[in-house]
């Protein structure tokens, strides 16, 4: 079954035009990579998705499991079953890292008629967690990402996916430098929570990210558009030649 799909999307920043016809499907079970020069609209595109109230969407349509994502609320969203990698990544002094995560967590079981968890048992699902990142579990006891490192931050988002069990998961990974252990466990974390029910969309400049997440599909972003979609040996070419003749290719399509 399709999970999301989206037609048609353009979307604006401070009156610009920065999504220009965005268009894209992801059935259960996919796993997809979207790539593309700086400046092409990736991170738009996710903020999009997450309902940032400075984007302002102005055609097209986004549908997730047969509901229009775009008249929910940020929140309502996160909710039904969409997680954004970046959503939580803001540090917040006094507030340890485990309640904060029972918070989330239980806010999301309660919205979907499920039983709410007390803080003892919520310390035991979250240590099975724990295994997926390979965090130290005195991170639960610290502030929430105060004085965590990137990479530490990284775990913690990966955490915080492995507790809700989203849907449709996209994690953007920002241009500011992941170094490879970063990258690792953003790929590990993808591949122990990918399964027939979900998808995953990744979006990156890093073609070494797909070294170690084997995604169903790769697209290319250009301009606010997709413009080219293949397999993983796609990200490999675009490895080996960079982005520009995609950009040639395209100009010379007739
Ligand atoms: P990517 O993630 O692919 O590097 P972005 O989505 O961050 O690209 O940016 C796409 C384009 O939108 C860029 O040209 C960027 O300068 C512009 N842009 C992004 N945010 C804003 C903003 N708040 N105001 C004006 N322009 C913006
Ligand atoms: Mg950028
Ligand atoms: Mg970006």
Known sequence: PVILS??????????TE???GLNLEMRAGEIHAIMGPNGSGKSTFSKVLAGHPAYEVTGGEVIFQGQNLLELEPEERSRTGV??????????????????????????????????????DFQ??????????????SFLTRSVNEGFSGGEK????????????????????????????????????????ANA?????????YQRLLDYIIPDYVHVME?????????????????ARGYDWITEEKATEV
Not at 8 to 14: G, H, Q, T
Not at 109 to 114: A, E, F, P, R, V
Not at 229 to 236: I, N, S, V
Request: cysteine-free; glycine content about 6%.
């Open 18 to 20: 920065i999504l220009k």
């Open 6 to 15: 989206v037609r048609d999307l353009r979307a604006n920043v401070d009156g």
């Open 154 to 193: 990284k775990r913690n988002e990966i955490l915080q996916m492995a507790l809700l069990e989203p849907k449709l998961a996209i994690l953007d990974e920002t241009d500011s430098g992941l170094d490879i252990d970063a990258l690792k466990i953003v790929a590990n974390g993808v591949n122990q929570l």
């Open 223 to 239: 301009g606010g558009r997709i413009v080219t979609t293949g397999t993983k040996e796609l990200a490999l070419e675009l490895e």
């Open 83 to 120: 997680f954004l990698a970046f959503q939580y990544p803001l540090e917040i002094p006094g507030v340890s890292n485990l309640d904060f995560l029972r918070v989330a967590y239980n806010s999301h079981q309660k919205s979907k008629g499920l039983e709410e968890l007390d803080a003892f």
């Open 124 to 137: 035991d699902l979250v240590e099975q967690k724990l295994e997926v990142v390979k965090m130290n579990p």
């Open 197 to 205: 029910e979900n998808a995953m969309l990744v979006i990156t400049h």
